[in-house]
Structures are given as C-alpha cells and as structure tokens.
C-alpha cells in the first residue's frame, strides 16, 4: 500500500508543479465563471487549482471576444443606419410642393393685429386687409366694499344665477363660507361659467375689499344676468355703477364687417389663426400670406447637415492605413453596401436635372448646394434664397418634382429607403443579423458556462482528494519512522 500512496503523491506534486510552470504561461487573467472556493494549507495546491481554473475558462473568453467584435459592429451599422435615417427625415419635407413650401403671415402693425399659427396644408399665398374697430370682452360686475376679505361676514342664504343657456343655479352660503373669500370659493367650484375674484380696490376707505364676477367666455352671446343675492343679516350687493356688459370684436375685412366672439380670427382665411391686440378704427392693417423663404433654407441646411453625416462616417471607415488593421472603429471600412450608397448618393446630388427647359435653376449646384474638395457639402444659403425668391416654381420643380414620385428628393427617398427600410432594407437586414449572431451566441455562452462550472466543481474534488492522499502519507509516514528514508523523501 505504501508504494501506491507514494506514487500517488509523486503524481499530484508533479500535476500542481506542472500546472504552475507550463498552464500558467497561456492562460488569461480575466475570470469569467465564479471560482470555487478551495480551502487548502498547501501553496501549491491552491495555485494549481487557480490555474486550473482559469485555464478551463479559455472557451469562454474566445466567445465573448467575438461577441465584442460583433457587438461593436452592430453598433456601427446602427450609427449608420441613423443617419441614413436623418437624411430621408429631411427629404420627408420636400417631397412635394406643399411640404416644401413654408409660410409666414406678415403684419403692417404687429400690436394691432398679428399672426398666431399657420397650417400651411390649409392656408394660401394673399394679400388682405383689417380693420379692428372693437375688441371682445367679458362681462364683469363688482360689489360694494367690505372691511376684510376673510372676517366680515356677508350674511346667510343664497346667491341665484342664471347662465346664458337659461338655465337658474344656486350656491348656498353658511356660517362655514359667509365672508368675501368664502363665496368666491364656492362660486367658482360651482362651474357656472363665470369666475369670482376678491379684488383691493385701491382706495383709501376703511371698506377697499370687494367681490368681482365675471363671465369665463367673451363675445355678446355670453353674456348672462347679473346674479341675486338672498342672504340674511349681510350687506352684500353690487355696484351697478361698476359693471361692464360682454361685447364681441367687430373688425373689417377687405372692407366688410365681421363679428368674432372673441379676440381671435379663425375662420376668414383657411389655415391661418390672427390675434386682435388693440383697436385702432380707421386705420387698416395689411396681412400678406407668402412664402417662408428662411425657413426653407433651414430645411435645406438640415438636409445638408444629415447628407455630410453620412457621408463623413463613410469616409471615416475606408479611411484605412497602416494601423487600421483590427480597429474595432473601423469596422464597416471597405463595406460594399456603403460604398455603394456613397456613389449614387453623390451621383444624385451632382447629375439630377430640372425637366423645365430654359429654367435657370438645372441642378443642385444652382441653389448653392455642392461638393467641396473634402467630399463633402456644402450650402449657400443667400444663393438659395435668391433663387426662391425669383424662381419659386422651378426650384420647388427640381427639389419635388411636377408629377408624383419625381424630382430630387423623392429619387433621394428611394435610395435611402433600400437602406434603411423596416423589413428589407439593406442596413435592417444587416442590424437582423448581427442581432440573430449575438442571441445565438448568448445561448452558447451560457452552456459553455454551465460545462466550465460542472468541470471546476469536478477539478475542486480531485484536488480535495489528492490532498488527503498526501496527508495519509505523511501520517503514515509519521508511524513508519526513519531519518533519512521512507515516505518523507518521496514527497520532501
């Protein structure tokens, strides 16, 4: 038996000593599975174990270095495909005339009359004339004054209202709300179309504290009879002498009058939305509708910005030199399909052709839009709007077409939508892919994770046990005795 252990112990000493000076040397520092814990007095041991260990991680490493190479690629062709994306967002706004075109209302006398909102699928290019001669308003009352808004008391009852529908309500006043405050409060939770407001009025008097109604909504069709008071022991009653009756705006339009419930104007021309801002009788005020000329040159400029984005990260990929092997940033370099998207996307832009024979706008370039010796774009904006200007209809005809489907930007549209299309475009093909590489290579980690944490369990009681061969040795040969022989020299 004893020759057995000792072979048996010559064995493990040479399996941990080889695991240090040969394993050790390839072997990774990164952990990628939890360790076991093993617990030993010897040194040696625990070292082997660790290199062991890390040694049966190695398959797991190489999955995740490949993980990471595809990670980085898939999010490079996302980079991509963002940006391919900004560029149709952009053409979105051009593909026709209607979205191409921009419109602003213009104003004489901006604090007499001014814009407020323009749908442009509504509104068309005028010239108009207004004139306001009376704002709308509420109507409103105020009562007599009272020492203190929260203390005097205004008696018990009720307050009786009759709303402009016809319709009688009442709110009942207590002990708990008969001041000042207290009936404003329960007026306005009453919803009756009115609003109560506790008011100083500004005078010196012991009694400056009153209650002001008025009504929600302006225009003579809301006004409504001044409410009744029925209360016990209390002196609250208005003064008619400060009370104003509702009215509606009156303005002319190209010299006829018109009445609006309120201080607004919707519904003379389609689209477009006009604030009353003061009345000014016998002073007309002209409103043009024409074309936003700025806002269409930053339409443009956003379409050139989003272009030189892709075409700058295309540019960043095959820029490929004597380091670039292996850069993870340049991943996509030498990709076909941007290659491919950079020719026509330049072809496009250079070449596209107005169908308009004698027009002076022809290309592109005509409207300050070309290619500097970087490759990429560049804009003249005061070019743009100088052409718009005198040729609207030839420059809405190269960028949108006459016909549906034509022009610039719906050829734009087309190209870039190969790209980027939800489905079957090229990129959203490619983005599929990659994603299917990474879930399947989930799946594989996770087993090669479960064979690694099964074979350190295994690893962990193999060494346990050859450590306790060890120890029986020496035990035994603690029995056995002798200076100089025994078991002592096989394992010292």
């Known amino acids: 038996m004893i020759p057995n252990v000792a072979l048996l112990a010559l064995i493990v000493k040479s399996l941990a000593w080889e695991d240090l000076t040969l394993v050790g040397q390839w072997l990774e520092e990164r952990e990628r599975v939890e360790i076991p814990e093993f617990s030993t007095s010897n040194p040696q041991f625990q070292q082997a174990f660790q290199r062991v260990a890390k040694a049966e991680q190695k398959p797991l490493q190489r999955i995740e270095e490949r993980e990471k190479k595809i990670e980085n690629k898939l999010g490079l062709v996302r980079d991509f495909k963002q940006k391919v994306s900004d560029v149709k967002t952009a053409l979105m706004g051009m593909r026709n005339v209607r979205d191409f075109r921009e419109l602003k209302g213009t104003s004489s006398d901006p604090d007499i009359l001014d814009v407020s909102s323009i749908?442009?699928?509504?509104?068309?290019?005028?010239?108009?004339?207004?004139?306001?001669?009376?704002?709308?308003?509420?109507?409103?009352?105020?009562?007599?004054?009272?020492?203190?808004?929260?203390?005097?008391?205004?008696?018990?009852?009720?307050?009786?209202?009759?709303?402009?529908?016809?319709?009688?309500?009442?709110?009942?006043?207590?002990?708990?709300?008969?001041?000042?405050?207290?009936?404003?409060?329960?007026?306005?939770?009453?919803?009756?179309?009115?609003?109560?407001?506790?008011?100083?009025?500004?005078?010196?008097?012991?009694?400056?504290?009153?209650?002001?109604?008025?009504?929600?909504?302006?225009?003579?069709?809301?006004?409504?009879?001044?409410?009744?008071?029925?209360?016990l022991d209390g002196d609250l009653e208005f003064d008619t002498e400060r009370s104003r009756d509702a009215k509606s705006a009156i303005v002319r339009f190209n010299g006829q009058p018109v009445m609006l419930q309120e201080n607004k104007i919707n519904d003379i021309l389609p689209g477009i939305s006009i604030d009353l801002k003061k009345a000014k009788p016998g002073e007309p005020i002209f409103f043009e509708v024409g074309a936003d000329i700025a806002k269409m040159g930053e339409k443009v400029q956003t379409l050139v910005d989003s272009s030189n984005a892709v075409l700058k990260f295309i540019q960043d990929q095959n820029s490929l030199g004597s380091k670039s092997y292996g850069d993870p940033t340049k991943a996509l370099g030498g990709d076909v399909t941007i290659q491919a998207l950079e020719n026509r996307f330049r072809t496009l832009i250079q070449r596209t052709t107005n169908d308009l024979p004698g027009s002076p706008v022809q290309r592109m370039a005509d409207l300050g839009?070309?290619?500097?010796?970087?490759?990429?774009?560049?804009?003249?904006?005061?070019?743009?709007?100088?052409?718009?200007?005198?040729?609207?209809?030839?420059?809405?005809?190269?960028?949108?077409?006459?016909?549906?489907?034509?022009?610039?930007?719906?050829?734009?549209?087309?190209?870039?939508?190969?790209?980027?299309?939800?489905?079957?475009?090229?990129?959203?093909?490619?983005?599929?892919?990659?994603?299917?590489?990474?879930?399947?290579?989930?799946?594989?980690?996770?087993?090669?994770?479960?064979?690694?944490?099964?074979?350190?369990?295994?690893?962990?009681?193999?060494?346990?046990?050859?450590?306790?061969?060890?120890?029986?040795?020496?035990?035994?040969?603690?029995?056995?005795?002798?200076?100089?022989?025994?078991?002592?020299?096989?394992?010292?």
């Not at 000042?180 to 007026?187: C, D, H, K, P, Q």
């Not at 939770?189 to 010196?204: M, R």
């Not at 050829?411 to 990129?427: A, C, K, N, Q």
Request: no cysteine; charged share 25%.
């Open 369 to 492: 839009i070309q290619f500097n010796r970087s490759g990429l774009l560049d804009f003249d904006a005061e070019k743009f709007q100088s052409v718009l200007n005198n040729n609207f209809d030839d420059v809405a005809a190269l960028v949108s077409g006459t016909q549906p489907l034509e022009g610039f930007a719906n050829e734009m549209i087309s190209l870039v939508d190969g790209i980027v299309r939800s489905g079957d475009g090229m990129m959203t093909v490619r983005e599929k892919n990659l994603q299917g590489q990474l879930d399947r290579m989930a799946k594989e980690k996770e087993k090669t994770e479960g064979r690694v944490e099964q074979k350190l369990q295994r690893a962990k009681e193999e060494f346990g046990r050859a450590e306790a061969a060890i120890q029986e040795m020496q035990n035994m040969s603690a029995q056995i005795g002798g200076g100089g022989g025994g078991v002592n020299s096989l394992i010292g």
């Open 119 to 231: 749908d442009k699928s509504k509104a068309t290019p005028g010239k108009y004339d207004f004139e306001v001669l009376n704002l709308a308003n509420t109507d409103s009352i105020m009562t007599y004054g009272f020492g203190d808004p929260k203390k005097s008391e205004v008696g018990v009852g009720y307050v009786e209202f009759k709303t402009p529908d016809g319709e009688t309500k009442e709110v009942y006043i207590n002990s708990d709300n008969n001041s000042l405050e207290g009936v404003a409060s329960s007026i306005n939770k009453a919803n009756l179309g009115i609003k109560a407001y506790v008011v100083q009025d500004g005078t010196d008097s012991d009694e400056p504290w009153r209650l002001v109604i008025t009504g929600d909504e302006t225009g003579w069709k809301n006004d409504f009879e001044w409410p009744t008071f029925y209360l």
